[in-house]
């Protein structure tokens, strides 16, 4: 079973929200890092970055980060972790650093996303923009920017396609 719950035009909204967001909460920042998750957490923040850029308040830069060292689950995942690389080419230090992702559920791929980025350096600040929200929560993590809230089952899952992986933009809620 499969149920839309962000179609495109839904989905681009929802994107444009966050970034306007984005922007409102951080009013003295010259510049927000925006650091996407591996591998749709990218993919969102390339969306949200274009669109803080083209907002014009405040400069925006985009890199990515692999949590695959990070994660507190690597010894159940595989023996020897495929590692993809960290692109960031831009200083965190004394920043803001946003870090997006396209799902929020136990909240221990935020907690190694946040290992990742203070490996880089000591941000002023990480902040947390999520597409979908779909509680659940193993951890005390929260997101400060939620461009939905999708209460879920266990037996649930959400699928969110980007352009770069899928060719569409959507959300849907899929049945295990």
């Not at 923040?45 to 830069?61: D, F, P, Q, S, V």
């Not at 831009?90 to 190694?112: C, H, I, M, S, W």
């Not at 999520?130 to 266990?154: M, Q, W, Y």
Request: aromatic fraction near 4%; proline fraction near 4%.
């Amino acid at each position: 079973m499969e149920k839309i719950i962000l179609n495109e035009k839904a989905t681009r909204s929802a994107i444009m929200r966050l970034s306007y967001e984005i922007v409102e909460k951080n009013p003295s920042a010259k510049t927000v890092c925006l650091i996407g998750i591996r591998r749709r957490g990218v993919s969102l923040a390339k969306m949200i970055c274009e669109n803080i850029n083209n907002i014009g308040e405040c400069k925006a830069l985009c890199g990515e980060v692999d949590i695959s060292l990070y994660r507190d689950d690597l010894s159940e995942k595989a023996k020897q972790p495929i590692v993809n690389e960290t692109a960031v080419d831009f200083p965190v230090e004394n920043q803001t650093v946003v870090l997006v992702d396209d799902v929020l559920y136990t909240g221990r791929t935020a907690r190694a996303a946040i290992d990742a980025v203070m490996a880089l350096g000591r941000p002023a600040k990480i902040q947390l923009c999520e597409l979908i929200d779909r509680g659940h929560r193993e951890l005390p993590i929260r997101a400060d920017f939620v461009g939905k809230n999708v209460p879920t089952s266990a037996a649930e899952v959400i699928r969110v396609k980007m352009p770069d992986y899928d060719n569409a933009l959507c959300v849907n809620l899929e049945s295990k």
